[in-house]
């Protein structure tokens, strides 16, 4: 068994300076962050100061591209694409970071107001693979859009303010819970059963007047009063439950982050800061940061539709050179680092690993050749060669650098957006920072695996060039 240091013991003052100052930096953007919605604002809130230019707004001036210059495009407030244009032709390939921004939670449903015994609730459907039993009795915060038919939107986020109130799903007390107790651990709390209870005050009425679903009309009173909403505007609203609080740092030591969204907010900031961070590119550096990976990559905001193909053949018209062999060349000279988690090794559960071929917290960037499922199902296997591309460039920047397989062979696995950027024909692998606890309400990684991949994705940006034509 390869014998891997851990990332903190090669630390000098500086470079743990620099690995705490990251997570901080880290930690105040997930307190912003907890939907794709405030990712991306505040993506492009940070990517206009440092110079980055929309790219609808260059080809509505009649304007060009010249190495050195930086756009970023937004679609439908969700997903992202950044790039810097570099030196050398767009053809010989570009350098791709991608990773996602929607993280495992529940959405309130179209039609989700209702009132049982004087409680209020809003119904929800679960959005990527949860534990469901993890988001019972516990403090719950509502961010989102309600957009109103006049197309005015009212941004909500309750639950996150100290002064704010919170939520939450009730669960059975366990002096009652003998039949809940039987039941298989996916069984025990049903999908049907994870109804937000946001109100227990029934409107009060003038006389004698009954009003149907007092408690109800007495939310939604609030509702109207505090932010122009009417019950119908459910219908057109985009609303997410997610674990209320603030990410805190972890162990006496502080060395561990605990906070929502580490899948995949993780590999999406550093890979975001390495983008404005690395400005001597010889080759197009690009950051995509997308929605819907955790069900699929699927819908227009998903990696599966063409906004990145779209926004790279508008760069390429800005750049002088388009044609569809020169973007088809383009994206298949490119190389991308796939930048999602892995799972950390847990040994509380080491039953669920392979020990030799297992991410460790502390132990830098993971690299994992593929993912999928059991016979590799699902996956993009990435080529000997690159991998070895890849270890000369870490190599040379001092990057400490892990592989892991997701778990022991017949146990199960996952998938990230790799195996559709594969599709183009250009060289990728995942590579990201270990997490505890993934998809739970709250996740934990190491500072220091976040500091090394950082680092790692700013190399690969400024040296990778391994070509397939």
């Not at 009309?217 to 505007?233: T, V």
């Amino acid at each position: 068994m390869i014998d891997k240091k851990n990332a903190w013991t090669t630390y000098d003052g500086a470079q743990e300076r620099a690995c705490m100052d990251l997570s901080a930096d880290y930690i105040r953007f997930l307190d912003r962050s907890k939907t794709e919605r405030e990712c991306i604002d505040y993506f492009v809130n940070e990517a206009e100061k440092a110079g980055y230019r929309e790219l609808s707004s260059i080809i509505r001036e009649g304007g060009s591209l010249r190495p050195g210059d930086c756009v970023y495009s937004v679609w439908m407030n969700k997903s992202m694409v950044l790039f810097r244009i570099g030196e050398e032709p767009l053809e010989n390939g570009i350098n791709i970071l991608g990773a996602h921004i929607d993280s495992p939670r529940l959405d309130v449903k179209q039609n989700p107001l209702y009132e049982d015994s004087s409680l209020c609730y809003l119904d929800t459907h679960y959005y990527g693979g949860i534990k469901k039993y993890q988001y019972v009795a516990m403090p719950l915060a509502l961010h989102g859009v309600v957009v109103k038919k006049n197309g005015e939107t009212v941004d909500l986020c309750i639950g996150e303010d100290e002064d704010d109130p919170v939520f939450f799903i009730s669960d059975i007390l366990i002096h009652l819970a003998q039949e809940q107790m039987v039941k298989t651990v996916d069984k025990a709390v049903e999908g049907e059963n994870l109804d937000l209870l946001i109100g227990s005050r029934p409107l009060k009425v003038e006389g004698d007047k009954e009003t149907k679903d007092p408690v109800s009309a007495a939310i939604l009173e609030i509702l109207q009063r505090d932010y122009g909403i009417e019950e119908e505007d459910f219908e057109s609203a985009e609303l997410e439950i997610v674990p209320a609080g603030r990410a805190r740092e972890a162990g006496l030591d502080r060395s561990m982050i605990l906070a929502y969204g580490h899948d995949d907010r993780s590999c999406a900031y550093p890979s975001f800061r390495a983008q404005l961070e690395v400005t001597d590119n010889r080759r197009t550096s690009c950051t995509l940061l997308v929605d819907k990976e955790e069900i699929g990559s699927v819908g227009a905001t998903g990696m599966q539709s063409r906004f990145f193909e779209n926004a790279l053949a508008e760069v390429l018209q800005l750049c002088g050179c388009y044609s569809d062999l020169a973007l088809r060349r383009t994206l298949a000279n490119s190389c991308m680092l796939s930048s999602d988690v892995s799972a950390g090794f847990d040994p509380l559960y080491a039953s669920a690993f392979e020990k030799k071929n297992a991410a460790f917290l502390g132990q830098g960037l993971v690299l994992n050749k593929f993912t999928g499922s059991r016979g590799k199902g699902g996956s993009n296997d990435a080529n000997a060669e690159y991998i070895a591309h890849l270890r000369g460039i870490f190599d040379r920047n001092d990057i400490r650098v892990q592989t892991a397989e997701l778990g022991r062979v017949d146990l199960g696995g996952g998938g990230t957006i790799a195996y559709i950027l594969a599709l183009y024909g250009m060289n990728v692998i995942d590579s990201g920072v270990p997490v505890l606890s993934m998809h739970a309400p709250w996740e934990a990684i190491s500072k220091a695996d976040l500091y090394e991949a950082f680092k790692g994705y700013k190399a690969f940006l400024r040296e990778a060039e391994l070509r397939n034509a």
